[in-house]
C-alpha cells in the first residue's frame, strides 16, 4: 500500500506548481511582437527628409 505523504509535502509540490503557473504566465505574456501592429516601417537610408541646418544653408 501506498504511503500518503505528509501534508507539509503536498503544500510544497503545490506551492512549485503555483510558483511555475505564474512564470509561465509572466514569459508568455512578455512574448508578443516587439512593435505594435500599426507603426509604419523607418524610411531606408537615402530617402529620409534633409535636415533643417542643410535646407538653411542652401538658401543664403
Known amino acids: 500500500m501506498p504511503v500518503r505523504p505528509r501534508t507539509a509535502e503536498r ?7 503555483a510558483l ?10 512578455n512574448a508578443g511582437p516587439t512593435a505594435t501592429a ?8 537615402g530617402e529620409t527628409a534633409p535636415d533643417l541646418e542643410e ?3 542652401v538658401n543664403r
Not at 500599426?38 to 537610408?45: E, H, L, Y
Open 55 to 57: 535646407l538653411a544653408s
Open 20 to 29: 511555475a503557473a505564474v512564470a509561465c504566465l509572466l514569459l508568455a505574456a
Open 38 to 45: 500599426g507603426s509604419p516601417a523607418p524610411a531606408p537610408v
Open 11 to 17: 503544500y510544497a509540490r503545490a506551492l512549485a506548481a
